[in-house]
């Protein structure tokens, strides 16, 4: 805990106050209501809440809190207390004030207010008064006192290849510090990339380059967009990256929410606004341009062979020369690695994790989690969250029958990428193979909740289906994939089953439960689609998982095969203080792809850190990153 320096100046941040939810205005209320006072006033000890000025205090975190263990559900708050706020506004508060003091957990005193702006305003800041970016992401004075060269004669030339969150983060970073960023995205800009996926889940075409993994914005677009992150909610990094959507367009609310997600409909303008953006700052944004190639001389990358692959054209090819290439492409761009491979960049298998996806109705959820609070949901229109839930257990050996000879004792399995009120959709680039995931729109006021349920898989799990080398994981998901789409019989149908069939090793009787999966299931026996270690952690799991949440093993609720990039399969080592790979120079690999990140928000902070060494690396920046 800091110490407390000076009663009268900075703030106190009070943590975990609860308030019941029929105090509470409800979770897409910001203000500080009268049941907030009240826990604030409860945790001060002080008397007479109505008499606490609602200005001195603003919100940090708003949860809500369904847990089963508690007697009634509750939001859970954390707020700061301005205290030259309180003071000028209440002066009779004076006297609690000097009796403060910190409580573990729940009364903190902070000398400052911890602020971060937006990545736009940190840096524009760095620039006007010459300061960098500290080691967590805050700006802190340099010992030059000067952080970036400006101007410049010549600039830097970067290509930054992907514009997923890694690859946006880092162009922007790059272009906001004076580099000439070409982003180059094989996939379409959002408004062409709808278009296409409507005709996907239409028409059943599939575009190889413009769909739910390739086109502006990633693999996330077309999401929930959840924007939670392990990487530390209250890094300075993670907020200037949640600062930066909210500046292009996202409410708001996802800088207090416990649990903040968009959807898709908030995404795709964000994203729109995030582009002019770039186009203000200069950079050249061509898209449906694949990577094809690198150019490289003497050891070190120089450039770029890229073909147009805008549906419809005839292909070009070209050859772009470079300063430096950030390799941003995501954990679906298989062909980038194979042309890896050749120039003998290092690629080392990681271990990752693959399953089902689980379907519930979203009323089934709701009542599971919330009992008679399960009204309030009414479409996500209510006063308490859509309810979601995450589950985790370790399956032993004993459980899973001597692991199969896949040489692993324990696994995890948990459920994962939650969408609530959503639907489940195809993501795969190519028609030979199926993969599912999980979106949704920003009210999740869809009939269904559906989530991963994965197990994790490790290069002794690729040895023993037969697949070596750098892209064993890559392999180990095809095989799955192809094996999913032939048991779905083609078309994009994919092979489901019940989940109390799937527990009984049997057929389930047509017609199975409804889908949200709009390309049509077709009942399988799923226990031909992984090795049986794999499903009998999937069996055991799922029957832990139902005494957690009784009522998770359902007649309604269906499993959809296959859910198998979770993350990279793959990491490709670089230099941990300027992210250049450490067996090509001039290549950058962030992101997911590269086996650093794990989800929109990680993926963009590890974009922005890399941003800021490229930048550091090209002589743009003399800051710490
Ligand atoms: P990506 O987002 O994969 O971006 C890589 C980009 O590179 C793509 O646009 C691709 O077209 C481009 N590219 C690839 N190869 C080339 C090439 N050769 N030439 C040019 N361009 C190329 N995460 C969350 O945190 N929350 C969620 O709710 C969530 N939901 C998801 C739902 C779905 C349907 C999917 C598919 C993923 C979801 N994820 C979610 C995961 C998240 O999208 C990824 O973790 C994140 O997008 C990774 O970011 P990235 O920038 O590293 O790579």
């Given at each position: 805990l800091t110490d407390v320096k000076n009663k009268e100046e900075g703030f106190w941040r009070l943590s975990k106050l609860s308030v019941p939810v029929d105090k509470d205005p409800g979770k897409d209320h910001l203000g500080?209501?009268?049941?907030?006072?009240?826990?604030?006033?409860?945790?001060?000890e002080f008397p007479v809440a109505t008499m606490l000025p609602q200005e001195a205090f603003s919100i940090v975190r708003k949860s809500f809190d369904a847990r089963k263990l508690l007697k009634e559900p509750k939001f859970i708050y954390t707020v700061d207390m301005d205290i030259k706020k309180l003071l000028n506004l209440e002066p009779r508060t004076w006297d609690f004030v000097s009796r403060l003091e910190p409580k573990v957990g729940v009364v903190e005193y902070i000398p400052d207010e911890k602020v971060s702006g937006d990545l736009i305003n940190i840096i524009d800041d760095s620039r006007r008064i010459g300061i960098g970016i500290g080691s967590n992401g805050s700006p802190h004075n340099t010992h030059s006192g000067e952080s970036c060269k400006f101007p410049k004669l010549k600039k830097p030339r970067v290509a930054v290849v992907g514009s997923g969150p890694a690859g946006l983060f880092a162009a922007l970073v790059l272009g906001e510090l004076g580099a000439e960023v070409t982003l180059i995205e094989r996939g379409q800009a959002v408004e062409k990339r709808g278009r296409d996926i409507g005709a996907l889940v239409v028409r059943r075409i599939l575009?190889?380059?413009?769909?739910?993994?390739?086109?502006?914005?990633?693999?996330?677009?077309?999401?929930?967009?959840?924007?939670?992150?392990?990487?530390?909610?209250?890094?300075?990094?993670?907020?200037?990256?949640?600062?930066?959507?909210?500046?292009?367009?996202?409410?708001?609310?996802?800088?207090?929410?416990?649990?903040?997600h968009l959807g898709t409909d908030k995404l795709v303008p964000l994203l729109r606004n995030f582009r002019q953006h770039l186009q203000q700052l200069g950079v050249n944004l061509m898209f449906g341009t694949r990577l094809d190639d690198l150019l490289v001389e003497n050891g070190r990358v120089v450039g770029v062979k890229v073909s147009n692959v805008n549906h419809g054209l005839p292909s070009t090819v070209q050859k772009l020369v470079y300063d430096a290439v950030v390799l941003a492409v995501g954990h679906s761009a298989r062909d980038v690695y194979e042309m890896l491979l050749q120039y003998n960049v290092d690629l080392f298998p990681k271990d990752f994790a693959v399953g089902l996806r689980i379907e519930h109705p979203?009323?089934?959820?709701?009542?599971?989690?919330?009992?008679?609070?399960?009204?309030?949901?009414?479409?996500?229109?209510?006063?308490?969250?859509?309810?979601?839930?995450?589950?985790?257990?370790?399956?032993?050996?004993?459980?899973?029958?001597?692991?199969?000879g896949s040489?692993?004792?324990?696994?995890?399995?948990?459920?994962?990428?939650?969408?609530?009120?959503g639907q489940i959709v195809l993501t795969?680039?190519?028609?030979?193979?199926?993969?599912?995931?999980?979106?949704?729109?920003?009210?999740?006021?869809?009939?269904?909740?559906?989530?991963?349920?994965?197990?994790?898989?490790?290069?002794?799990?690729?040895?023993?289906?037969?697949?070596?080398?750098?892209?064993?994981?890559?392999?180990?998901?095809r095989e799955f994939e192809r094996r999913a789409a032939t048991m779905g019989g083609g078309n994009f149908v994919v092979p489901a089953q019940n989940v109390t069939d799937f527990l009984e090793n049997k057929l389930s009787d047509t017609p199975l439960p409804r889908s949200s999966y709009r390309l049509g299931v077709k009942a399988a026996n799923l226990h031909e689609l992984y090795p049986t270690h794999i499903t009998q952690a999937l069996q055991h799991s799922i029957t832990?998982?139902?005494?957690?949440?009784?009522?998770?093993?359902?007649?309604?609720?269906?499993?959809?095969?296959v859910e198998t990039r979770t993350s990279s399969p793959l990491q490709i080592p670089r230099n941990s203080e300027n992210y250049e790979s450490t067996s090509l120079k001039g290549l950058y690999p962030i992101g997911e792809g590269a086996g650093y990140a794990g989800g929109i928000v990680s993926a963009a902070v590890d974009g922005l850190y890399a941003g800021f060494a490229v930048a550091k690396d090209l002589n743009l920046y003399e800051g710490g990153i």
């Open positions: 500080i209501s009268e049941g907030l006072l009240e826990a604030i006033a409860k945790v001060l575009q190889s380059e413009s769909n739910l993994c390739f086109g502006e914005g990633g693999a996330g677009t077309w999401s929930d967009g959840k924007l939670v992150t392990r990487i530390g909610r209250n890094s300075n990094s993670v907020q200037a990256v949640m600062k930066t959507l909210v500046h292009f367009g996202a409410p708001p609310n996802i800088l207090v929410d416990g649990k903040p979203q009323e089934l959820i709701n009542n599971m989690q919330y009992s008679a609070l399960a009204t309030e949901v009414r479409d996500g229109r209510g006063k308490v969250p859509v309810a979601d839930y995450k589950v985790v257990k370790y399956v032993g050996e004993e459980e899973i029958g001597a692991a199969a040489g692993e004792t324990t696994r995890s399995c948990y459920s994962f990428c939650m969408c609530p009120g795969s680039t190519n028609p030979t193979e199926l993969c599912i995931n999980g979106m949704s729109f920003s009210r999740r006021a869809s009939r269904w909740a559906n989530a991963a349920l994965v197990v994790t898989v490790s290069s002794k799990d690729f040895e023993a289906m037969q697949c070596h080398g750098p892209l064993a994981g890559v392999e180990f998901q832990m998982f139902d005494k957690e949440l009784p009522g998770f093993i359902s007649k309604d609720a269906l499993l959809h095969g």
